[in-house]
């Protein structure tokens, strides 16, 4: 977890104050009883390729660069509805079986993107504009988090994209044999890991 203060509404991680970045846990000991551990994968089919995706803000003091190429950005929240501020927000890297923390009462995507592109360019000496272009993710999306369970898996998420990187299809599926050997590989063998499959997710 990584606190990230100052963050530029443009940047998809922020509209004003601090966010909560999950980028994986390294632990289960990072998991604290109003915490859940969401175990899944995001696909992008086809398959978002390190040169479609262009990153130039500037100063990046904060190194924001990481959260944009070859992840998703969700924020997560209590309702299911998007506001312009929410407390968290997870970082999962693409194409790979994510670790990532969340408080239970947030079991809802209200919004996930991809960012394709998120370019500064100045207009005049004083002046500048962001252009930002994004694969958005369906939502809400609602997880299945138990009141007890310490990790869930949640499936694979394949999402299906055109030219213009519109979402035009939305399909989870049951991985969980090759999830749970990632996940016992990291955190070791004989932990529970229980099945919490996404519901159905639309693409309209």
């Known amino acids: 977890m990584r606190l990230l203060a100052a963050l530029v509404a443009a940047a ?3 509209a004003a104050g601090c ?7 390294g632990s289960l000991g990072e998991v604290g009883a109003d915490s859940v551990m969401l175990v899944g994968k995001i696909e992008i089919v086809p398959k978002v390729k ?5 990153f130039r803000a500037g100063l990046d003091v904060f190194n924001m660069k990481r959260h944009h190429i070859g992840r998703a950005i969700l924020y997560m929240s209590e309702k299911p509805k998007y506001q312009e501020r929410t407390d968290d927000a997870l970082n999962p890297t693409l194409e790979e ?5 969340v408080p239970r009462s947030h079991r809802f995507m209200v919004r996930g993107s991809v960012t394709m592109a998120l370019v500064a360019r100045a207009v005049t000496a004083t002046q500048s504009v962001v252009d930002h272009t994004e694969l958005l993710l369906p939502g809400p999306i609602e ?3 138990p009141p007890t369970d310490k990790a869930i898996y949640v499936g694979t998420l394949r999402l299906h994209r055109d030219e213009f990187h519109e979402v ?18 990291k955190f070791g063998a004989g932990l529970l890991l229980r099945k919490a499959l996404l519901k159905s997710v639309r693409t309209s």
């Open 50 to 54: 390190p040169e479609e995706q262009k």
């Open 168 to 185: 035009t299809k939305a399909e989870v599926y049951d991985h969980f044999a090759a999830a749970y050997a990632d996940f016992t590989k």
């Open 19 to 25: 966010v909560t970045v999950s980028e994986g846990v």
């Open 97 to 101: 079986t994510y670790f990532l923390k």
């Open 143 to 145: 997880f299945d988090i």
């Open 12 to 14: 998809g991680l922020a």
